[in-house]
């Protein structure tokens, strides 16, 4: 099957800097793809290659199968992108910015008006559509955003860290359209620095940092880097001396260690094998105070292919 998204070895440095490194990913027809990587990372770069806005120093990239180098009006034809600044005029409502960027797609009379009216249903904005888009708050703005993209009904939508700086309500419609925009057969690229984002919509993630690609995979090919083990910290009102000898023999316990007071133990699964814990310390009229349970998760892959967080 021919990729979406097809990328391959993009490079793009600004002076000295070497902003994107030989960066290669492909995203399949109908895929969630998510490029996952601190500020700084070279996500917004490298969509800005695949978008037009900046030109490749190196390497090529495909959308539907249209060269952004050697064919970028049809690859632009194929793509919509959602970028992080607000691209739509204050003074204008939300329906009048629709029109307005309906009209630079090439639509016309009644399919405009159509289009329009699905996408204001699409982004939730239909009751509020004739109020100006400058009295609207950071998420309903990045909402319109949103809908301007998707007037054309591109194949390809690429959202660039769309939910930043707004407020719970708005980031939770934003990735429900996401997710019912990929349910409806469309391909997204979504950059993000929020792991629980590409967690909750991905099919595929890469993680990127200093501009490299530095893993990728389905999420539990990624988790599967650390080992899927969750880390429990626990305080007891006993020596820890004490107890961990007990705790080392519960089965599904692979390790566990005393660092600055506390007990940390590596389980296979907290669920099951926290219970056991407490059952062992009891037979032993220990009694635990204090649990902090840390699943698996992205923050864990990043901090492990790369020594720092993923959110400094």
Do not use: C
Request: aromatic share 4%.
């Amino acid at each position: 099957m021919a990729q979406a998204i097809d990328v391959q070895s993009l490079r793009r440095s600004f002076g000295d800097l070497l902003a994107v490194q030989n960066v290669s990913f492909s995203a399949a027809p109908g895929e969630v793809f998510s490029l996952l990587g601190p500020n700084g990372a070279g996500k917004s770069t490298t969509i800005s290659m695949l978008a037009g806005l900046l030109e490749p120093h190196a390497g090529q990239a495909f959308i539907m199968g249209h060269s952004i180098i050697q064919a970028p009006e049809a690859a632009k034809a194929s793509l919509g992108v959602v970028p992080q600044d607000i691209a739509l005029y204050p003074d204008l409502s939300a329906r009048e910015n629709l029109v307005f960027w309906g009209k630079m797609y090439g639509l016309r009379g009644p399919a405009l008006k159509t289009r329009v009216d699905e996408v204001l249903e699409i982004i939730g904005l239909a009751d509020r559509q004739k109020e100006a888009v400058g009295k609207y708050s950071g998420g309903m703005k990045r909402r319109v955003n949103i809908g301007a993209a998707l007037l054309h009904k591109p194949a390809v939508i690429i959202m660039d860290e769309p939910t930043v700086g707004i407020d719970p309500q708005s980031r939770r419609h934003i990735l429900d359209s996401v997710k019912q925009l990929n349910a409806q057969g469309m391909t997204v690229l979504y950059t993000t620095h929020y792991m629980e984002e590409a967690e909750e919509l991905s099919h595929r993630i890469a993680i990127m940092d200093q501009g490299k690609i530095v893993a990728q995979g389905t999420y539990k090919e990624l988790i599967q880097l650390v080992g899927e083990q969750a880390r429990i910290d626990l305080h007891v009102n006993v020596d820890a001396e004490t107890i961990i000898p007990a705790w080392k023999q519960v089965e599904g316990v692979s390790q566990v260690d005393k660092s600055d007071g506390q007990i940390s133990a590596l389980v296979s699964d907290s669920n099951i094998v926290l219970p056991r814990m407490f059952e062992a310390a009891s037979h032993l009229n220990a009694r635990i105070t204090g649990v902090e349970i840390r699943e698996p998760n992205l923050e864990a892959v990043f901090l492990h292919l790369t020594g720092r967080a993923l959110r400094d």
